[in-house]
C-alpha cells in the first residue's frame, strides 16, 4: 500500500496533478478509491463483492488485471489455481495474454509452473493442460515457487549447509560409538 | 592396452618400415619358403634327406629343400617327429608329416595370401579406422557417464586409429543389463563381445556362470538363467573387460581414474600378499586394483581384496579411550592413557603379562611388542592363529615351501585341511592353473567344500591321513607316482590338539612320495592370516601354553579372534588397534592405532616373502603407528626402547630375522633333511578337520566393518 501511494506522489511531482487524475482515470484506479470510500460508508456492501476484488481493490497491479480481464476469455486454470488469460482483437499483440495469480497477497513470476510458462511467454501455442501430457512421469519434479527472502526455512540449502535439516556428514570415516549400555 | 604403448607401437612400426636397410623388412614379413619365389629352382634341387616317417608319407608327395642345413628344426606332429626348415608354417609341416588339414586360401605354388605385412599404409589406416566404425556401431557413446571413461581401451583406440567423424545414422542396438551381484556392475549395452569375461570366468575363475546367448546382431553375454556370479575372483571381469560393460558396482559414479592417486602397495586380509594398487582420492580410499606380480597373485585379486576398502571409513577408533568406574569408555589424551597402562603394567606380576598380536599386524610393530613386553619380565607374546605351541623351529615347518609359482609344476596335490578357495583364493587360483594345464590330481581331506577344479575327496578327518601314511589307501599309488607331489596343509591344524601327530603323519606322507628333495620341496603349509609368517620368524611364541588363563594384564595388538573366555575377569586388557570390533568390548583401555592402508609395514606371505606396504591415505583422528605407540608405551612404563624411527625398528628387526628386510624377495625356507624333529607321542583324534574360515568375505577386523563385505556375505554365500 505504502509503495502505491509513493508511486502516486512521485507520479503527481513528475508530471503534475493534472495528468496524474488523467492517467488514474484511464486506468480505473478512481474506481477503486469510490468503491472503497463506499465501503467504509456501507460496509454491508463488503458482503456483495467477493473478498478476493476487495483484496485487489488495496493492489493496483491486481486491480489492472482484473479490469484488463473484462472480456478476455479464460484460457485455462493451473493446479495452483492461477488463471490465464487471453484477449485478441483490441489488445496489443505480445500483450495478449496474461495471468492473474491465484495467490492474492503474494505472487511472483516464479509461480507459473513450467507447462505454462510457455505458453505465458509466447513460446508456444500450446496450453498448459496440453503440455502437462508430455511431463515425464518417473522423474518430472513437482514446481517449486522461488521462496528468497521468505526465511531460511524456505529456501534450498546444499547437502553441507548447516542450515539444510538432512545436512550431509561429511566426515571422510565414522568413528566406532562405544555401546550405551554399561 | 595404453594409448602410450599404441603409439610407441605406431611409431616403431613405422620406423622399421622406413628404414633404409631392406633386411629389416624382410624380418617384417612373413614369407616362409624362399623357393615359392622361385618354383623351378627349387624342382631342380634334388632332395637332400627324406623326411624319416615310418607310417606316413608326405601329402602329395610334398618334398622339403633344406637352403641352409643348419636351419632345420624337428616338430612333431601327431607325436611324429618332422624335419622342417625354420619359417615353416605350420599347415606345410602337417604337409610334411602326412596330414592333410582342411584348408582354401593357402596353396604351395601360390604365396600365402596377403602376407605382405604393412601397417602404416593409407590403406591400413582406413581399414582401422573401419573396424572402428563397425564397433563403434553399436556401442553407446556414453563416455561422459561412463565409469571406464578415461581409461577404456575402446576410447583410447578410437583415439589413436579411429575416424574423427561417424557415418552412423540408425538406430543403435540395446541390451538388457544382466545382474551379477553386489560387485559387478553391467551396462551390456556398452559390450563388443570380446568374450574376454567368458574366457576368464571359464579358464580362471573356473565358474561356468557366464557365456555368450544369441547369434549375430543378437549376441549378447549373460548368465543363461537368471543369477549371479559366485566366484571368489569374480571383480576381475572389471579389469578385463575392455570397455565399460562390466564395471565396478560399489565405484560407480564415485571418482574419475585421473582425479586418484596410486600408491603401490600389498593386501593383508589374507596371507598371499597380493600386489595391490591402493587409488586415493584426499584422505578417501576410493579402490583397490591388483598389480602384476607373476610369482604371487599373477594380475588377479581376489574379491574380499578388491571390494573390503569400505570398511577403513567404518568403526574406526580415532580416540584414546579408558573405560571408566561406570562401564563406559571416555575419550581421553594420550598422555592420559598411556600413564594408565604404564602405572598397571607394573602392578602385575611379568608372568601375568600376555600379549597378543592381530591377523593384520606388520613385522614392525610385533617386534616392539615383543621387546617391550619382554622388557617388563614376561615372554608371552604370540600372534593369533599360530596356535599356543606353533612349530616355530624351522622355517619349512610354516611356509609354502614350493611358493606359490612353484605349485604350477606340481603334479599331484593332497589338500589337508584346507580349502585353499577361501582360505586364499589366489593360490587356489594357481593350483586350478596347474590342475587344468597338466591334469594334475587333487586329493582333499577335510569338510565336504567345493573346489573350482576336479578333485577326489578321500576323507574328513586324519584317520584318512593316517591311512595314506601307511600306504593302506588308493590313492597313495597317484602320490608316489607323481614327480612332483605336492602336499598342502592348512593353517587351521594349528589350534588342534593332535597338531604334533598329524604333522609327523604328513611327514611320513611326504617322505614316502619323496616330497622333499634337494630340487623340490612338496611339504606345504597354507597360513591363514598376513601376520603369522612374520611373526614365527620373529619368534612371538608363548612360554606357557596357559597364559591367557592366568594373565592379569593383557596386550591385544589389533588381536580380535583370539577367546577371551577364560581370562580371569579381573584382567586389565589393553587394546590397541584400528577398528572398534571383537577385541574392545572386553578393553579396558583403547589405544587407536592406523590401519595397513595408513602406515609403512612389514608383512610376510605365506611363501615366505617380505613385502612393504605404503602409506596411501592419510590416518584417521588422534590415531598412530601401532609400533609407534607401543614405543611411547614403553617409555611412559620406564623400559625405553631403543629405536625412535623405522629405520631404527627394522635395523633390529635384522638382527632377529634378516629375511624380512629383502623386500619383494622370496627367502625359501633352508632345506635341512639332517634336522629330524623328536618323535611325537601324540595319538591321531578321529576328530574331523573343521572349515578354518567360515566366511570368506568377513575375515578380519576391517573386512567385518565392510558393508560391501556383508552385502556379499548375505547374497553370494547363501546355498
Not at chain 2, 556398452?190 to 549375430?216: H, K, N, P, Y
Amino acid at each position: 500500500m505504502a509503495s502505491v501511494v509513493k508511486n502516486a506522489l512521485k507520479a503527481i511531482r513528475e508530471r503534475g496533478i493534472g495528468s496524474f487524475v488523467r492517467e488514474l482515470r484511464d486506468e480505473g484506479y478512481l474506481y477503486v478509491h469510490l468503491l472503497r470510500a463506499l465501503i467504509l460508508l456501507f460496509p454491508a456492501l463488503e458482503c456483495l463483492i467477493d473478498k478476493e476484488t476487495l483484496k485487489c481493490l488495496f493492489d493496483g497491479n491486481l486491480l489492472q488485471t482484473k479490469i484488463h480481464n473484462i472480456g478476455a476469455t479464460l484460457v485455462g486454470v493451473d493446479k495452483f489455481g492461477n488463471k490465464y488469460y487471453q484477449k485478441l482483437g483490441d489488445t496489443q499483440y505480445g500483450r495478449h495474454r496474461w495471468v492473474e495469480y491465484a495467490s492474492k497477497g503474494r505472487y511472483n513470476a516464479s509461480q507459473v509452473p513450467p507447462e505454462w510458462h510457455g505458453w505465458l511467454h509466447f513460446i508456444t501455442d500450446h496450453t498448459g493442460d496440453e503440455l502437462l501430457m508430455l511431463k515425464p512421469k518417473r522423474y518430472g519434479a513437482e514446481h517449486k515457487e522461488n521462496l528468497s527472502g521468505e526465511g531460511d526455512e524456505y529456501i534450498y540449502h546444499s547437502k553441507g549447509h548447516s542450515l539444510n535439516p538432512g545436512q550431509r556428514d561429511w566426515t571422510r570415516y565414522r568413528p566406532w560409538e562405544p555401546a550405551t549400555k554399561a | 592396452m595404453g594409448l602410450g604403448l599404441l603409439a610407441s607401437r605406431a611409431l616403431r612400426s613405422s620406423r622399421i618400415l622406413t628404414s633404409p636397410n631392406p633386411r629389416n623388412t624382410i624380418l617384417r614379413q612373413i614369407v616362409s619358403t624362399p623357393e615359392l619365389q622361385n618354383p623351378e629352382a627349387a624342382q631342380a634341387q634334388p632332395e637332400s634327406s627324406p623326411p624319416d616317417l615310418p607310417h606316413r608319407a608326405p601329402v602329395a608327395g610334398a618334398r622339403v629343400h633344406f637352403s641352409n642345413p643348419e636351419d632345420a628344426i624337428e616338430v612333431f606332429v601327431d607325436g611324429y617327429p618332422v624335419k622342417i626348415p625354420k619359417g615353416f608354417t605350420v599347415l606345410q609341416a602337417c604337409e610334411v608329416a602326412g596330414v592333410d588339414i582342411p584348408r582354401f586360401c593357402y596353396h604351395s605354388r601360390l604365396s600365402i595370401a596377403g602376407m605382405k605385412i604393412k601397417t602404416d599404409t593409407p590403406i591400413a589406416k582406413k581399414a582401422r579406422e573401419g573396424v572402428m566404425e563397425f564397433l563403434l556401431m553399436n556401442h553407446p557413446l556414453d563416455c561422459p557417464i561412463c565409469d571406464q571413461g578415461g581409461e577404456c581401451d575402446l576410447q583410447d583406440q578410437s583415439m589413436a586409429f579411429g575416424s574423427d567423424r561417424g557415418r552412423f545414422t540408425e538406430m543403435k542396438r540395446s541390451v538388457v543389463d544382466k545382474n551379477l551381484g553386489p560387485l559387478v556392475k553391467t551396462v551390456m549395452t556398452r559390450c563388443i563381445q570380446c568374450t574376454r569375461c567368458v574366457r576368464f570366468a571359464s579358464e580362471v575363475a573356473g565358474v561356468q556362470d557366464l557365456g555368450m546367448l544369441g547369434r549375430g546382431s543378437g549376441e549378447e553375454i549373460g548368465t543363461y538363467v537368471e543369477k549371479l556370479m559366485t566366484s571368489e575372483l569374480s571383480g576381475n571381469v572389471i579389469d578385463i573387460c575392455p570397455v565399460g560393460a562390466l564395471t565396478s558396482k560399489p565405484f560407480a559414479f564415485k571418482a574419475r581414474n585421473w582425479e586418484l592417486k596410486g600408491t603401490e602397495t600389498i593386501d593383508v586380509t589374507d596371507a598371499v600378499g597380493s600386489n595391490i594398487r591402493i587409488d586415493s582420492r584426499g584422505p578417501e580410499v576410493m579402490r583397490i586394483l591388483p598389480r602384476l606380480n607373476e610369482d604371487i597373485n599373477e594380475e588377479w585379486i581376489s574379491d574380499k581384496t578388491r571390494f573390503f576398502y569400505d570398511g577403513l571409513k567404518r568403526q574406526r577408533l580415532n580416540d584414546p579411550m579408558i573405560r571408566g568406574a561406570d562401564g563406559r569408555f571416555k575419550a581421553v589424551s594420550w598422555r592420559d592413557a598411556l600413564a594408565v597402562v604404564a602405572e598397571v603394567i607394573h602392578q602385575v606380576k611379568p608372568e601375568e603379562i600376555v600379549g597378543v598380536a592381530g591377523k593384520l599386524s606388520d613385522a614392525e610393530s610385533m617386534i616392539a611388542l615383543k621387546d617391550f613386553l619382554n622388557r617388563m619380565g614376561s615372554n608371552n607374546v604370540w600372534c593369533e592363529g599360530n596356535g599356543m605351541h606353533p612349530n616355530a623351529d624351522l622355517r619349512s615347518g610354516y611356509l609354502l615351501n614350493s611358493g606359490i609359482s612353484g605349485l604350477e609344476k606340481a603334479d599331484a596335490f593332497l589338500l589337508v585341511g584346507t580349502q585353499p578357495r577361501v582360505e586364499a583364493a589366489m593360490v587356489n587360483a594357481r593350483i586350478r592353473k596347474t590342475v587344468r594345464v597338466t591334469e594334475a590330481k587333487v586329493g582333499y581331506i577335510g569338510p565336504p567344500t567345493d573346489l573350482n577344479y576336479d578333485h577326489q575327496h578321500l576323507g574328513t578327518s586324519p584317520l584318512t591321513l593316517k591311512e595314506i601314511s601307511e600306504n593302506r589307501h588308493p590313492f597313495c599309488s597317484t602320490l608316489s607316482n607323481a614327480k612332483n607331489p605336492s602336499i598342502i596343509v592348512g593353517a587351521g591344524i594349528f589350534e588342534r590338539e593332535d597338531k604334533d601327530a598329524i604333522f609327523s603323519a604328513i611327514e611320513t606322507i611326504a617322505k614316502n612320495c619323496k616330497a622333499i628333495r634337494p630340487d623340490w620341496n612338496g611339504l606345504n603349509v597354507l597360513l591363514l592370516n598376513a601376520a603369522q609368517a612374520a611373526a614365527l620368524d620373529l619368534g612371538l611364541v608363548p612360554e606357557s601354553k596357559n597364559c591367557i588363563e592366568s594373565a592379569k594384564f593383557l596386550y591385544l595388538m589389533g588381536a580380535d579372534d583370539v577367546s577371551l573366555e577364560k581370562l580371569p575377569s579381573d584382567a586389565f586388557v589393553v587394546y590397541q588397534g584400528h577398528h572398534g570390533d571383537r577385541g574392545v568390548y572386553r578393553a579396558n583401555v583403547i589405544f587407536p592405532a592406523s590401519a595397513f592402508t595408513e602406515k609403512e609395514g612389514t608383512y610376510e606371505n605365506t611363501e615366505g616373502c617380505a613385502q612393504q606396504t605404503l602409506p596411501a591415505v592419510p590416518t584417521v583422528g588422534d590415531a598412530r603407528e601401532d609400533w609407534k605407540i607401543i614405543r611411547a608405551l614403553s617409555e611412559v612404563a620406564g623400559a625405553r626402547l631403543p629405536y625412535d624411527t623405522v629405520s631404527g625398528v627394522r635395523s633390529r628387526m635384522r638382527a632377529v630375522a634378516p629375511n624380512l628386510l629383502r623386500v619383494d624377495e622370496r627367502e625359501a625356507a633352508t632345506f635341512s633333511p639332517s634336522l629330524s624333529k623328536p618323535e611325537s607321542r601324540q595319538e591321531i583324534s578321529s576328530e574331523p578337520f573343521g572349515n578354518a574360515v567360515e566366511n570368506f568375505y568377513m575375515t578380519d577386523a576391517i573386512t567385518r566393518a565392510s558393508k560391501i563385505m556383508a552385502q556379499c556375505s548375505a547374497m553370494l554365500l547363501k546355498k
